[in-house]
Nanobody, 115 residues
Framework: QVQLVESGGGLVPAGESLTLSCKVSGTIFGWTAAWYRQAPGKQREFVAKVNTNSQTINYSDSVKGRFTISRNNVQGMVYLQMNDLKPEDSGVYYC?????????WGQGTQVTVSS
């Protein structure tokens, strides 16, 4: 069973930065890795994803230019560097691994950006 554990969330003022980490139990080579977030009362939404060799990266329009997703296949880590945070970035951030029909989620880490 693949396990994902996120960390790095917290409370920060607007304009500051945070880096989220996702530790995976085992290799992540071959999997597409992604970050999603969910604000209170809203549906979970896509934030960013990176393919297995980091050659294809996609971001939602709302975070493009401010967030950077990266991965380390050997260490089984996925990262999300978040700069210039805004109050609307607040929510629970989830790490996701996907390969064909298989998908795994972490338990999430809370990010709160104060105005």
């Amino acid at each position: 069973q693949v396990q994902l554990v996120e960390s790095g969330g917290g409370l920060v003022p607007a304009g500051e930065s945070l880096t989220l980490s996702c530790k995976v139990s085992g290799t992540i080579f071959g999997w597409t890795a992604a970050w999603y977030r969910q604000a209170p009362g809203k549906q979970r939404e896509f934030v960013a994803k990176v393919n297995t060799n980091s050659q294809t990266i996609n971001y939602s329009d709302s975070v493009k230019g401010r967030f950077t997703i990266s991965r380390n296949n050997v260490q089984g880590m996925v990262y999300l560097q978040m700069n210039d945070l805004k109050p609307e970035d607040s929510g629970v951030y989830y790490c996701n691994l996907a390969f064909r029909s298989e998908t795994y989620w972490g338990q999430g880490t809370q990010v709160t950006v104060s105005s």
